[in-house]
Protein backbone atom coordinates (compact mmCIF):
# COMPACT_ATOMS: atom_id res chain seq x y z
CA UNK A 1 0.00 0.00 0.00
CA UNK A 2 1.35 3.43 -0.73
CA UNK A 3 2.09 6.01 1.50
CA UNK A 4 -1.20 8.92 0.63
CA UNK A 5 0.28 12.37 -0.23
CA UNK A 6 -2.26 15.14 0.00
CA UNK A 7 -1.21 19.09 -1.64
CA UNK A 8 -3.44 21.99 -2.02
CA UNK A 9 -3.17 25.24 -3.46
CA UNK A 10 -4.42 28.78 -2.85
CA UNK A 11 -7.86 28.43 -4.26
CA UNK A 12 -7.59 31.94 -6.39
CA UNK A 13 -9.88 34.52 -6.54
CA UNK A 14 -11.52 34.78 -10.23
CA UNK A 15 -12.44 38.28 -10.17
CA UNK A 16 -9.76 39.31 -12.51
CA UNK A 17 -7.76 37.31 -15.47
CA UNK A 18 -5.34 34.42 -14.05
CA UNK A 19 -1.84 36.25 -13.72
CA UNK A 20 1.63 34.83 -13.67
CA UNK A 21 1.87 34.53 -9.77
CA UNK A 22 -1.52 31.97 -9.93
CA UNK A 23 0.19 30.02 -12.78
CA UNK A 24 3.34 29.85 -10.99
CA UNK A 25 1.91 28.57 -7.61
CA UNK A 26 -0.34 25.68 -9.98
CA UNK A 27 2.76 24.90 -11.64
CA UNK A 28 5.20 24.18 -7.96
CA UNK A 29 2.42 22.29 -6.89
CA UNK A 30 2.28 20.09 -9.82
CA UNK A 31 6.07 19.22 -10.22
CA UNK A 32 5.36 18.49 -6.22
CA UNK A 33 2.37 16.01 -7.03
CA UNK A 34 3.99 14.55 -9.97
CA UNK A 35 7.30 14.07 -7.92
CA UNK A 36 5.38 12.22 -5.23
CA UNK A 37 3.41 9.96 -7.81
CA UNK A 38 6.53 8.87 -9.68
CA UNK A 39 7.88 8.08 -6.48
CA UNK A 40 5.34 5.85 -5.61
CA UNK A 41 3.14 8.02 -3.19
CA UNK A 42 -0.32 7.59 -3.56
CA UNK A 43 -1.25 12.23 -4.37
CA UNK A 44 -4.33 13.77 -3.79
CA UNK A 45 -4.01 17.24 -5.75
CA UNK A 46 -6.36 19.73 -5.66
CA UNK A 47 -6.76 23.68 -6.82
CA UNK A 48 -9.95 25.96 -7.27
CA UNK A 49 -11.90 29.02 -7.31
CA UNK A 50 -12.44 31.16 -4.76
CA UNK A 51 -15.40 32.73 -5.23
CA UNK A 52 -17.46 34.48 -2.89
CA UNK A 53 -16.89 37.95 -0.86
CA UNK A 54 -17.35 41.30 -1.54
CA UNK A 55 -14.63 41.60 -4.03
CA UNK A 56 -16.14 39.20 -6.24
CA UNK A 57 -19.69 40.76 -5.80
CA UNK A 58 -18.18 44.14 -6.33
CA UNK A 59 -16.55 42.93 -9.55
CA UNK A 60 -19.87 41.43 -11.18
CA UNK A 61 -21.55 44.40 -9.91
CA UNK A 62 -19.35 46.48 -12.40
CA UNK A 63 -19.27 43.90 -15.23
CA UNK A 64 -23.40 43.93 -14.92
CA UNK A 65 -23.01 40.19 -14.24
CA UNK A 66 -24.53 38.57 -11.41
CA UNK A 67 -21.66 36.73 -8.73
CA UNK A 68 -22.56 33.59 -9.86
CA UNK A 69 -22.15 34.46 -13.63
CA UNK A 70 -19.27 35.44 -12.87
CA UNK A 71 -17.73 33.08 -10.55
CA UNK A 72 -18.62 30.59 -13.29
CA UNK A 73 -16.97 32.72 -16.50
CA UNK A 74 -13.96 33.37 -14.78
CA UNK A 75 -13.86 29.69 -12.66
CA UNK A 76 -13.67 28.33 -16.49
CA UNK A 77 -10.67 30.29 -17.48
CA UNK A 78 -8.70 29.43 -14.74
CA UNK A 79 -9.41 25.36 -15.23
CA UNK A 80 -8.65 25.87 -18.43
CA UNK A 81 -5.44 28.00 -17.63
CA UNK A 82 -4.24 24.67 -15.20
CA UNK A 83 -5.33 22.51 -18.11
CA UNK A 84 -3.19 24.54 -20.75
CA UNK A 85 -0.39 24.48 -17.97
CA UNK A 86 -0.36 20.28 -17.86
CA UNK A 87 -1.67 20.90 -14.08
CA UNK A 88 -3.20 17.51 -13.08
CA UNK A 89 -4.71 18.04 -10.13
CA UNK A 90 -7.46 15.95 -8.54
CA UNK A 91 -10.29 17.99 -7.99
CA UNK A 92 -10.68 21.60 -9.30
CA UNK A 93 -13.13 22.85 -6.56
CA UNK A 94 -15.12 25.77 -6.34
CA UNK A 95 -16.44 27.57 -3.58
CA UNK A 96 -20.35 27.43 -4.97
CA UNK A 97 -20.21 23.85 -5.59
CA UNK A 98 -22.69 22.02 -3.07
CA UNK A 99 -20.57 19.66 -1.53
CA UNK A 100 -18.80 22.62 -0.32
CA UNK A 101 -21.19 24.75 0.87
CA UNK A 102 -22.37 21.70 2.99
CA UNK A 103 -19.02 21.59 4.39
CA UNK A 104 -18.29 25.04 5.37
CA UNK A 105 -22.17 25.19 7.52
CA UNK A 106 -21.06 21.54 9.08
CA UNK A 107 -17.80 23.59 10.05
CA UNK A 108 -19.67 26.62 11.66
CA UNK A 109 -21.99 24.15 13.11
CA UNK A 110 -18.85 22.60 15.11
CA UNK A 111 -17.35 25.52 16.17
CA UNK A 112 -20.82 27.11 17.00
CA UNK A 113 -21.24 23.93 19.59
CA UNK A 114 -17.57 23.82 20.95
CA UNK A 115 -18.85 27.59 22.06
CA UNK A 116 -16.54 29.22 19.90
CA UNK A 117 -18.59 31.73 18.28
CA UNK A 118 -20.47 35.16 19.89
CA UNK A 119 -22.63 37.64 18.65
CA UNK A 120 -21.47 41.46 18.96
CA UNK A 121 -20.86 44.12 16.90
CA UNK A 122 -17.35 45.45 14.42
CA UNK A 123 -16.15 48.56 14.15
CA UNK A 124 -12.94 48.30 12.04
CA UNK A 125 -10.97 48.74 9.18
CA UNK A 126 -11.53 46.29 6.65
CA UNK A 127 -9.80 45.88 2.98
CA UNK A 128 -11.95 44.59 0.45
CA UNK A 129 -8.87 43.08 -1.66
CA UNK A 130 -7.19 40.94 1.01
CA UNK A 131 -10.88 40.07 2.36
CA UNK A 132 -9.59 40.84 6.07
CA UNK A 133 -9.69 43.37 9.12
CA UNK A 134 -6.38 44.97 10.08
CA UNK A 135 -5.85 46.82 13.63
CA UNK A 136 -5.33 50.27 13.00
CA UNK A 137 -1.48 50.04 14.34
CA UNK A 138 -0.69 48.24 11.18
CA UNK A 139 -2.26 50.36 8.73
CA UNK A 140 0.15 53.07 6.97
CA UNK A 141 -0.82 55.99 4.89
CA UNK A 142 -0.54 56.25 1.28
CA UNK A 143 0.69 59.08 -0.99
CA UNK A 144 -2.72 60.25 -0.94
CA UNK A 145 -3.44 60.26 2.71
CA UNK A 146 -5.18 56.84 1.97
CA UNK A 147 -4.90 54.34 5.10
CA UNK A 148 -3.63 51.20 3.62
CA UNK A 149 -3.07 47.41 4.74
CA UNK A 150 0.18 46.41 5.46
CA UNK A 151 -0.26 44.31 1.89
CA UNK A 152 -0.68 48.10 0.65
CA UNK A 153 -4.42 47.94 -0.94
CA UNK A 154 -7.13 50.50 0.56
CA UNK A 155 -9.29 49.96 3.89
CA UNK A 156 -12.08 51.62 4.76
CA UNK A 157 -14.00 51.69 7.99
CA UNK A 158 -16.59 49.19 8.75
CA UNK A 159 -19.28 48.82 11.43
CA UNK A 160 -21.64 45.79 11.56
CA UNK A 161 -23.10 43.29 13.28
CA UNK A 162 -21.23 40.39 13.26
CA UNK A 163 -20.53 36.95 14.52
CA UNK A 164 -17.31 36.63 16.56
CA UNK A 165 -14.77 33.28 16.78
CA UNK A 166 -12.99 33.43 19.99
CA UNK A 167 -9.64 33.25 18.44
CA UNK A 168 -7.93 34.64 21.44
CA UNK A 169 -8.23 31.34 23.21
CA UNK A 170 -6.23 29.67 20.20
CA UNK A 171 -3.06 32.08 20.85
CA UNK A 172 -1.17 29.81 23.40
CA UNK A 173 -2.30 26.46 21.70
CA UNK A 174 -1.43 27.69 18.33
CA UNK A 175 2.35 28.89 19.87
CA UNK A 176 2.43 25.24 21.44
CA UNK A 177 1.84 23.71 18.19
CA UNK A 178 4.44 25.46 16.07
CA UNK A 179 6.86 24.92 18.83
CA UNK A 180 6.16 21.69 19.17
CA UNK A 181 5.78 21.11 14.95
CA UNK A 182 9.02 22.68 13.61
CA UNK A 183 8.20 21.62 10.02
CA UNK A 184 4.29 22.92 10.39
CA UNK A 185 5.48 26.65 8.58
CA UNK A 186 8.02 26.84 6.22
CA UNK A 187 10.22 28.43 5.40
CA UNK A 188 11.73 29.17 8.80
CA UNK A 189 11.55 32.97 7.60
CA UNK A 190 7.74 32.47 7.74
CA UNK A 191 7.21 30.60 10.82
CA UNK A 192 9.51 33.42 13.07
CA UNK A 193 6.63 36.07 11.23
CA UNK A 194 3.82 33.92 12.32
CA UNK A 195 5.18 33.52 15.73
CA UNK A 196 5.75 37.33 16.15
CA UNK A 197 2.28 37.82 14.94
CA UNK A 198 0.52 35.72 17.56
CA UNK A 199 2.52 36.69 20.30
CA UNK A 200 1.84 40.31 19.28
CA UNK A 201 -1.61 39.29 20.57
CA UNK A 202 -4.80 37.46 18.64
CA UNK A 203 -7.68 39.55 18.89
CA UNK A 204 -11.83 37.68 18.53
CA UNK A 205 -11.91 37.12 14.69
CA UNK A 206 -14.94 38.31 12.71
CA UNK A 207 -16.29 35.57 10.62
CA UNK A 208 -19.97 37.05 9.59
CA UNK A 209 -21.18 39.64 7.69
CA UNK A 210 -24.67 41.16 6.79
CA UNK A 211 -23.96 44.12 4.48
CA UNK A 212 -24.04 41.95 1.42
CA UNK A 213 -25.33 38.64 0.83
CA UNK A 214 -22.76 36.79 -1.67
CA UNK A 215 -21.62 33.92 0.79
CA UNK A 216 -22.73 30.86 2.73
CA UNK A 217 -25.40 31.57 4.93
CA UNK A 218 -24.63 31.28 8.52
CA UNK A 219 -26.39 28.35 9.63
CA UNK A 220 -29.55 29.70 12.01
CA UNK A 221 -28.68 33.25 11.13
CA UNK A 222 -29.76 33.40 7.42
CA UNK A 223 -29.46 37.63 7.67
CA UNK A 224 -25.04 36.52 7.78
CA UNK A 225 -22.60 35.06 5.77
CA UNK A 226 -19.81 33.76 6.59
CA UNK A 227 -17.04 35.44 6.51
CA UNK A 228 -14.93 34.47 2.99
CA UNK A 229 -11.90 33.22 4.39
CA UNK A 230 -13.86 31.03 6.55
CA UNK A 231 -15.65 29.91 3.54
CA UNK A 232 -12.47 29.29 1.72
CA UNK A 233 -10.23 27.45 4.19
CA UNK A 234 -12.60 24.71 4.20
CA UNK A 235 -12.44 24.02 0.62
CA UNK A 236 -9.17 21.61 1.73
CA UNK A 237 -11.40 19.41 3.81
CA UNK A 238 -14.24 19.45 1.56
CA UNK A 239 -12.51 17.74 -1.06
CA UNK A 240 -11.57 15.13 1.44
CA UNK A 241 -15.06 14.40 2.11
CA UNK A 242 -16.04 16.33 5.54
CA UNK A 243 -18.39 16.53 7.15
CA UNK A 244 -19.26 12.57 6.69
CA UNK A 245 -15.54 11.82 6.49
CA UNK A 246 -15.07 7.88 4.73
CA UNK A 247 -12.62 6.75 2.65
CA UNK A 248 -11.12 10.03 1.21
CA UNK A 249 -11.29 11.40 4.42
CA UNK A 250 -9.21 8.56 6.51
CA UNK A 251 -6.63 8.05 3.53
CA UNK A 252 -5.82 11.96 2.76
CA UNK A 253 -6.57 14.02 6.15
CA UNK A 254 -4.92 15.94 7.75
CA UNK A 255 -3.26 17.01 4.45
CA UNK A 256 0.79 16.82 3.77
CA UNK A 257 0.87 20.12 2.29
CA UNK A 258 -1.02 23.69 2.02
CA UNK A 259 1.12 25.33 -0.57
CA UNK A 260 0.57 28.95 -0.83
CA UNK A 261 2.24 32.55 -1.36
CA UNK A 262 3.26 34.49 1.39
CA UNK A 263 0.86 37.12 1.68
CA UNK A 264 -1.69 34.67 2.60
CA UNK A 265 0.41 33.11 5.18
CA UNK A 266 -1.65 34.81 8.65
CA UNK A 267 -5.10 32.76 7.23
CA UNK A 268 -3.40 29.44 6.72
CA UNK A 269 -0.82 29.29 9.26
CA UNK A 270 -2.88 31.74 12.40
CA UNK A 271 -6.83 31.31 11.73
CA UNK A 272 -7.13 27.74 9.83
CA UNK A 273 -5.25 26.13 12.21
CA UNK A 274 -7.39 27.33 15.35
CA UNK A 275 -10.86 26.81 13.42
CA UNK A 276 -9.69 22.98 13.31
CA UNK A 277 -8.97 23.22 16.53
CA UNK A 278 -12.03 24.48 17.86
CA UNK A 279 -13.57 22.11 15.31
CA UNK A 280 -11.63 18.73 16.79
CA UNK A 281 -10.18 18.46 13.82
CA UNK A 282 -6.37 17.31 12.91
CA UNK A 283 -3.94 20.27 11.41
CA UNK A 284 -2.45 19.96 8.07
CA UNK A 285 0.87 19.18 8.52
CA UNK A 286 2.72 21.54 7.11
CA UNK A 287 1.64 25.64 5.21
CA UNK A 288 4.75 26.31 2.67
CA UNK A 289 4.60 29.64 1.60
CA UNK A 290 6.42 30.39 -1.71
CA UNK A 291 7.94 34.01 -2.41
CA UNK A 292 6.40 36.17 -5.35
CA UNK A 293 7.41 36.43 -8.39
CA UNK A 294 8.21 40.35 -9.26
CA UNK A 295 9.00 42.26 -12.48
CA UNK A 296 12.08 42.64 -14.46
CA UNK A 297 14.30 44.86 -12.28
CA UNK A 298 12.44 43.66 -9.13
CA UNK A 299 9.17 45.64 -9.11
CA UNK A 300 5.93 44.80 -8.37
CA UNK A 301 3.62 44.07 -11.79
CA UNK A 302 1.44 45.70 -12.59
CA UNK A 303 -0.66 46.84 -15.12
CA UNK A 304 0.08 50.44 -15.08
CA UNK A 305 3.87 49.49 -15.44
CA UNK A 306 3.43 47.68 -18.47
CA UNK A 307 5.28 44.94 -16.74
CA UNK A 308 3.13 42.24 -16.41
CA UNK A 309 3.81 38.99 -17.22
CA UNK A 310 0.60 36.63 -19.17
CA UNK A 311 1.44 33.20 -18.22
CA UNK A 312 -1.16 31.86 -20.77
CA UNK A 313 1.01 34.38 -23.56
CA UNK A 314 3.96 32.95 -22.45
CA UNK A 315 3.10 29.09 -22.80
CA UNK A 316 1.58 30.07 -26.31
CA UNK A 317 5.00 31.39 -27.61
CA UNK A 318 7.66 29.28 -26.06
CA UNK A 319 5.80 26.00 -24.86
CA UNK A 320 4.41 24.87 -21.80
CA UNK A 321 7.49 23.02 -20.63
CA UNK A 322 9.79 26.14 -21.38
CA UNK A 323 7.37 28.05 -18.49
CA UNK A 324 7.46 25.51 -15.82
CA UNK A 325 11.08 24.99 -16.11
CA UNK A 326 12.18 28.86 -16.38
CA UNK A 327 9.91 29.59 -13.45
CA UNK A 328 11.02 26.91 -11.16
CA UNK A 329 14.91 27.21 -12.32
CA UNK A 330 14.70 30.92 -12.57
CA UNK A 331 13.26 32.29 -8.67
CA UNK A 332 14.76 30.37 -5.38
CA UNK A 333 11.76 28.82 -4.20
CA UNK A 334 10.00 30.49 -1.19
CA UNK A 335 12.37 33.77 -2.26
CA UNK A 336 10.57 36.63 -4.24
CA UNK A 337 12.11 37.07 -7.60
CA UNK A 338 11.97 39.03 -11.07
CA UNK A 339 10.51 36.95 -14.31
CA UNK A 340 10.46 38.32 -17.90
CA UNK A 341 10.27 37.07 -21.21
CA UNK A 342 14.26 37.84 -22.28
CA UNK A 343 15.21 35.84 -19.15
CA UNK A 344 13.02 32.99 -20.08
CA UNK A 345 14.06 32.67 -23.57
CA UNK A 346 17.92 33.52 -22.64
CA UNK A 347 17.83 30.25 -20.08
CA UNK A 348 15.51 28.08 -21.81
CA UNK A 349 17.86 28.44 -24.68
CA UNK A 350 21.08 27.86 -22.79
CA UNK A 351 19.85 24.86 -20.20
CA UNK A 352 16.88 23.49 -21.95
CA UNK A 353 17.51 23.62 -26.22
CA UNK A 354 21.65 23.66 -26.37
CA UNK A 355 21.98 21.59 -22.70
CA UNK A 356 19.97 18.63 -22.31
CA UNK A 357 17.26 18.50 -25.72
CA UNK A 358 21.41 18.79 -27.59
CA UNK A 359 22.46 16.32 -25.44
CA UNK A 360 19.28 14.18 -26.26
CA UNK A 361 19.43 14.79 -30.29
CA UNK A 362 23.24 14.05 -30.50
CA UNK A 363 22.72 10.70 -28.83
CA UNK A 364 19.56 9.59 -30.52
CA UNK A 365 20.77 10.78 -33.95
CA UNK A 366 23.35 8.69 -33.74
CA UNK A 367 22.37 6.22 -32.66
CA UNK A 368 19.51 5.81 -35.53
CA UNK A 369 22.09 6.95 -37.68
CA UNK A 370 24.75 4.62 -36.93
CA UNK A 371 23.36 1.30 -35.08
CA UNK A 372 19.85 1.36 -37.09
CA UNK A 373 18.47 2.44 -33.83
CA UNK A 374 19.03 -0.17 -31.62
CA UNK A 375 20.46 1.01 -28.02
CA UNK A 376 23.63 -1.18 -27.33
CA UNK A 377 24.79 -1.97 -23.89
CA UNK A 378 26.77 1.02 -22.05
CA UNK A 379 30.21 0.70 -21.90
CA UNK A 380 32.48 0.08 -18.79
CA UNK A 381 35.29 2.34 -18.65
CA UNK A 382 36.22 4.62 -16.07
CA UNK A 383 35.06 7.61 -18.08
CA UNK A 384 31.64 6.10 -18.85
CA UNK A 385 31.38 4.97 -14.86
CA UNK A 386 32.00 8.72 -13.97
CA UNK A 387 29.41 9.51 -15.96
CA UNK A 388 26.51 6.80 -15.38
CA UNK A 389 27.89 8.10 -10.84
CA UNK A 390 27.68 11.46 -11.68
CA UNK A 391 23.92 11.19 -13.37
CA UNK A 392 22.60 8.43 -10.59
CA UNK A 393 24.23 10.91 -7.97
CA UNK A 394 22.34 13.89 -9.11
CA UNK A 395 18.81 11.84 -10.53
CA UNK A 396 18.64 9.65 -7.35
CA UNK A 397 20.02 11.65 -5.09
CA UNK A 398 20.20 15.48 -4.56
CA UNK A 399 17.73 16.64 -7.14
CA UNK A 400 15.00 13.76 -4.91
CA UNK A 401 16.35 15.89 -1.57
CA UNK A 402 15.70 19.16 -3.06
CA UNK A 403 12.57 18.61 -4.46
CA UNK A 404 11.50 16.81 -1.33
CA UNK A 405 12.20 19.98 0.52
CA UNK A 406 10.63 22.46 -1.83
CA UNK A 407 14.20 23.42 -3.02
CA UNK A 408 12.92 22.82 -6.74
CA UNK A 409 15.85 25.53 -8.17
CA UNK A 410 18.41 23.37 -6.33
CA UNK A 411 17.74 19.86 -7.31
CA UNK A 412 17.56 21.16 -10.86
CA UNK A 413 21.05 22.83 -10.69
CA UNK A 414 22.44 19.37 -9.33
CA UNK A 415 20.87 17.88 -12.74
CA UNK A 416 21.88 19.83 -15.14
CA UNK A 417 25.30 19.42 -14.34
CA UNK A 418 24.89 16.20 -14.74
CA UNK A 419 23.50 17.17 -18.02
CA UNK A 420 26.68 19.16 -18.74
CA UNK A 421 29.06 16.44 -17.66
CA UNK A 422 27.26 14.54 -20.67
CA UNK A 423 27.50 17.07 -23.04
CA UNK A 424 31.62 17.01 -22.00
CA UNK A 425 31.50 13.59 -22.31
CA UNK A 426 30.08 13.37 -26.06
CA UNK A 427 33.15 16.31 -26.66
CA UNK A 428 35.58 14.12 -25.36
CA UNK A 429 34.65 10.74 -27.03
CA UNK A 430 33.95 11.91 -29.93
CA UNK A 431 31.95 9.13 -30.91
CA UNK A 432 31.67 10.36 -34.94
CA UNK A 433 35.19 9.97 -34.75
CA UNK A 434 35.10 6.33 -33.61
CA UNK A 435 33.03 5.44 -36.43
CA UNK A 436 35.78 4.10 -38.65
CA UNK A 437 38.59 3.91 -36.60
CA UNK A 438 36.60 2.00 -33.19
CA UNK A 439 32.93 0.93 -33.85
CA UNK A 440 32.89 -1.56 -30.87
CA UNK A 441 34.04 1.61 -28.81
CA UNK A 442 31.45 4.25 -30.49
CA UNK A 443 28.73 1.81 -29.52
CA UNK A 444 29.63 1.44 -26.15
CA UNK A 445 30.06 5.40 -25.98
CA UNK A 446 26.47 5.71 -27.04
CA UNK A 447 24.86 3.24 -24.74
CA UNK A 448 26.47 4.51 -22.41
CA UNK A 449 25.09 8.14 -23.49
CA UNK A 450 21.63 5.98 -24.03
CA UNK A 451 22.05 4.73 -19.92
CA UNK A 452 22.61 8.46 -19.02
CA UNK A 453 19.59 9.74 -20.67
CA UNK A 454 17.42 7.95 -19.63
CA UNK A 455 17.40 8.59 -15.94
CA UNK A 456 18.36 12.21 -16.56
CA UNK A 457 14.87 12.38 -18.36
CA UNK A 458 12.83 10.69 -15.87
CA UNK A 459 14.12 12.75 -12.99
CA UNK A 460 12.82 15.91 -15.10
CA UNK A 461 10.01 14.49 -16.14
CA UNK A 462 7.69 16.45 -13.22
CA UNK A 463 9.34 19.64 -14.50
CA UNK A 464 8.92 19.23 -18.17
CA UNK A 465 6.33 16.66 -18.85
CA UNK A 466 5.85 16.76 -22.44
CA UNK A 467 9.77 16.85 -23.67
CA UNK A 468 10.90 14.38 -21.36
CA UNK A 469 8.20 12.06 -22.31
CA UNK A 470 9.26 12.27 -25.88
CA UNK A 471 12.75 11.56 -24.91
CA UNK A 472 11.68 8.83 -22.84
CA UNK A 473 9.72 7.26 -25.70
CA UNK A 474 12.37 7.66 -28.58
CA UNK A 475 14.56 5.42 -25.73
CA UNK A 476 11.99 3.18 -25.16
CA UNK A 477 11.49 2.55 -29.02
CA UNK A 478 15.15 1.29 -29.03
CA UNK A 479 15.42 -0.54 -26.22
CA UNK A 480 12.34 -2.43 -27.57
CA UNK A 481 12.71 -4.08 -31.44
CA UNK A 482 11.26 -1.24 -32.70
CA UNK A 483 14.43 0.92 -33.65
CA UNK A 484 14.91 4.76 -33.04
CA UNK A 485 13.19 6.48 -35.84
CA UNK A 486 15.19 9.70 -36.79
CA UNK A 487 14.58 12.10 -33.99
CA UNK A 488 12.63 15.64 -33.87
CA UNK A 489 14.06 17.77 -30.78
CA UNK A 490 11.90 17.68 -27.93
CA UNK A 491 13.29 20.77 -26.34
CA UNK A 492 13.75 23.32 -29.79
CA UNK A 493 15.31 26.73 -29.49
CA UNK A 494 13.22 29.59 -28.80
CA UNK A 495 13.54 32.99 -30.18
CA UNK A 496 12.38 36.41 -28.82
CA UNK A 497 9.03 37.27 -29.66
CA UNK A 498 7.05 39.77 -28.71
CA UNK A 499 3.78 39.62 -30.28
CA UNK A 500 1.46 36.24 -30.64
CA UNK A 501 2.93 34.28 -33.79
N1 LIG B 1 -8.57 33.42 -2.55
C1 LIG B 1 -7.41 33.63 -1.75
C2 LIG B 1 -6.82 32.31 -1.28
C3 LIG B 1 -7.77 31.43 -0.51
S1 LIG B 1 -7.02 29.93 -0.04
C4 LIG B 1 -8.12 29.23 1.03
C5 LIG B 1 -6.34 34.38 -2.57
N2 LIG B 1 -6.49 34.35 -3.91
S2 LIG B 1 -5.53 35.10 -4.94
O1 LIG B 1 -6.10 34.85 -6.25
O2 LIG B 1 -5.34 36.46 -4.56
O3 LIG B 1 -4.13 34.40 -4.84
C6 LIG B 1 -3.98 33.02 -5.11
C7 LIG B 1 -2.54 32.59 -4.86
O4 LIG B 1 -1.69 33.24 -5.82
C8 LIG B 1 -2.04 32.99 -3.47
O5 LIG B 1 -1.32 31.92 -2.88
C9 LIG B 1 -1.12 34.15 -3.77
O6 LIG B 1 -0.07 34.28 -2.86
C10 LIG B 1 -0.58 33.77 -5.14
N3 LIG B 1 -0.06 34.93 -5.85
C11 LIG B 1 -0.74 36.05 -6.22
N4 LIG B 1 0.14 36.91 -6.82
C12 LIG B 1 1.39 36.38 -6.85
C13 LIG B 1 2.64 36.75 -7.40
N5 LIG B 1 2.84 37.89 -8.02
N6 LIG B 1 3.66 35.85 -7.29
C14 LIG B 1 3.48 34.62 -6.72
N7 LIG B 1 2.32 34.25 -6.21
C15 LIG B 1 1.26 35.13 -6.17
O7 LIG B 1 -5.42 34.90 -1.98
Known sequence: ?????????????????????????????????????????????QTGTD????????????????????GAKMSAIFKAMCDDLAIS????????????????????????????????????WYSVRDEAFYDEKELRVGEDGQKLSPEGTPVEWQVEETWFFKLSA???????????????????????????????????????????????????????????????????ITGVGYPDGGEAWDKYWPADCHL???????????????????????????????????????????????????????????????LRYYLLREVSFGQDGSVGEESLVTRVNAELANSFGNLAQRTLSMIHKNLDGVIPPAGSEAADLALL?????????????AFGEWAFEKGIEAWLQAVYAGNAYVDEMAPWALRKTDPKRMAAVLGTLAAALRPLATAILPVVPTGAKAVLDQLAAGEGGAPIA???????????KTEDA
Not at 95 to 108: G, Y
Not at 170 to 180: E, G, R, S, T
Not at 193 to 210: A, Y
Not at 316 to 321: E, K
Request: hydrophobic share 40%.
Open 170 to 236: YQQPLLDHIAANPDFIQPDSRRNEVVSFIKGGLRDLSVSRTSFDWGVPVPGSENHVMYVWLDALTNY
Open 260 to 322: IGKDIIRFHAVYWPAFLMSAGVALPKQVFAHGFLLGEGGVKMSKSLGNVVDPMAMARRHGVDS
Open 51 to 70: EHGLKMAQTAREQGLTPAEL
Open 486 to 496: KPTPAFPRLEM
Open 89 to 124: YDRFIRTTDADHHRAAQALWKQLEARGDLYLGRYEG
Open 389 to 401: EKVRRACEEQLPA
Open 1 to 45: MSTPYYLSTAISYPNGAPHVGHAYEAIAADVMARFQRARGRDVYF
